[in-house]
């Protein structure tokens, strides 16, 4: 071959080497350049394409170390047979090429977000240092499976105070999230059990409960609540609920329902109610309400709660509350696990709780939410009777409800368009709904979102769906 001709970007920011041996692999593997063909020598190419001979050497040495090309010592450069790995390269770029882009996010109403801006670092920071200072080679070893005991101490003391609920240190587990705590407990509950899970709900969960290959199913929500008339039709005998605040309609499960509840848990030995309290430290209006777990007196309840709400999601700090007829099994088969939160998370916890600093940033944080909240009715207000909100009494989510002509999920990848990210309720549910409505159901989670955005980004997001003003 006399010479290669290629069109190479001086001021790219690729260099001029790997852009050479970009083209001229590309021309081996689609066969421009055939097998065995003899490339120019460095120098002429190196004049016919003006660059330096060390450009072309470069691109060259490359070659040959991916096997494209083979140097024949004072006669020259050949072209190798790479049948195979031109097949490799040319699928690589077809899976690239179908890739659709994503677009960018810059409104995010994800349920899971906190406000990050008034975590409490310094104070954090200083609890960090102690827990180093004096702690040291102790918190090198291997702590309690069940968790520290000086955090256990705390929450059981704190959960008293802010949920009524009475229970010692020994009945709290702790563990890296609630999603690594449900397999735990799926195992305290031994084989053949069937979970009833609310419908819609809280994905994850369904998710490993059929992960680990046990029998679900699906229960109604209504504004109560769970029904507890189908889950008492069905053969469930362990109930997975959100009683306080349900995931994702923001039902409060009524008191008639927890006491049907607590006797549906009551009629037989086998049966139980995980009870998850994720975000139950957030509520705006009313008193707070009552844990299932201390209204219970026959011990069916297990009670679970998590910190990704009411400090953050990364911590992975999550707890459950045994009640003692599942101890003894519990010492059983876990006491050879070792807990899965690093002890110095823990200890640097408890102290933040022990000082109370956990309950001022409660406090702190209702307040930061409870006005976005209140941004964020009066932005929608301007769109009633279009638009309805629902659940916004607790939490860090709301429902919206809009009366739209386009279903939920094209309204949802308009406003992805838009850079908006929000979900429709449908993708909660574990079974397709049928009912054809005018009305769109929407999960808007507002914790992630700056006060001062709350107003402009709910006007973007009407505007995207073309909901004009009422008010
Ligand atoms: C219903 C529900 N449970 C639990 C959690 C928290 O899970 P984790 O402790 O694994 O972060 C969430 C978080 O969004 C939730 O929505």
């Not at 083209?23 to 020598?41: A, F, R, Y």
């Not at 003006?50 to 991916?66: D, K």
């Not at 301007?382 to 638009?387: C, K, S």
């Amino acid at each position: 071959m006399d010479m290669l001709m290629f069109q190479l970007e001086k001021n790219s920011s690729i260099p001029l080497y790997e852009q050479l041996y970009k083209e001229i692999k590309k021309s081996i593997i689609e066969g421009v350049i055939p097998v065995h063909t003899k490339l120019p020598s460095k120098r002429k190419l190196a004049e016919f394409l003006m660059l330096s001979q060390t450009t072309i050497e470069l691109a060259y040495a490359q070659l040959v170390a991916e096997g494209y090309i083979i140097a024949k010592p004072r006669i020259g450069y050949f072209v190798e047979d790479v049948e195979d790995l031109a097949y490799i390269e040319t699928k690589k770029a077809v899976i690239s090429s179908i890739k659709e882009p994503s677009p960018t996010i810059e409104i995010d109403f994800h349920p899971g977000h906190i406000d990050t801006a008034s975590f409490p670092f310094t104070i954090w920071r200083k609890y960090a240092k102690d827990a180093i200072d004096f702690h040291e080679k102790d918190l090198l070893l291997i702590g309690s499976p069940q968790g520290e005991f000086s955090l256990r101490e705390e929450i059981a003391h704190y959960l008293y105070q802010s949920r009524g609920i009475h229970c010692s240190p020994e009945q709290i587990v702790i563990g890296s999230g609630t999603e690594q705590l449900l397999p735990m407990m799926m195992k305290l509950f031994g084989d053949y059990n069937v979970y009833a899970i609310e419908n819609p709900g809280y994905k994850l969960t369904h998710h490993i409960f059929t992960q680990y290959y046990q029998k679900t199913i699906a229960i109604d929500v209504d504004e109560d609540g769970i029904n507890i008339h189908d889950l008492e039709c069905t053969q469930a005998n362990i109930a997975y609920v959100t009683p306080s605040h349900q995931f994702p309609t923001g039902a409060v499960l009524s008191a008639s329902r927890r006491a049907q509840l607590l006797n549906w848990a009551a009629e037989k030995d086998n049966r139980f109610i995980i009870e998850d309290d994720y975000d139950s430290e957030f509520r705006y209006v009313g008193k707070p309400i009552s844990s299932l777990q201390s209204m219970d007196h026959r011990e069916t309840v297990i009670y679970i709660s998590t910190f990704s709400k009411s400090l953050m999601p990364s911590l992975r700090i999550a707890f459950f509350v045994l009640p003692p007829q599942l101890l003894t099994r519990y010492n059983d088969l876990f006491t050879y696990y070792t807990s899965t939160v690093p002890r110095f998370e823990q200890h640097i916890l408890a102290q933040f709780m022990k000082d109370g600093h956990f309950a001022k940033h409660l406090n702190r944080m209702r307040k930061i939410y409870r006005k976005k909240i209140e941004k964020l009715t009066l932005a929608l207000s301007h769109y009633a009777p279009t638009v309805k909100i629902s659940g916004e009494q607790a939490g860090m989510h709301i429902v919206l409800t809009v009366i739209h002509s386009q279903s939920a999920s094209t309204l949802a990848k308009i406003a992805l368009q838009q850079g908006i990210r929000i979900a429709p309720i449908d993708h909660y549910r574990m079974t397709p709904s049928n009912l054809v409505t005018q009305k769109k159901d929407f999960l808007l989670g507002f914790g992630g979102i700056d006060e001062q955005l709350i107003i402009p980004s709910i006007h973007r997001l009407m505007n995207a769906w073309q909901i004009s003003r009422q008010q």
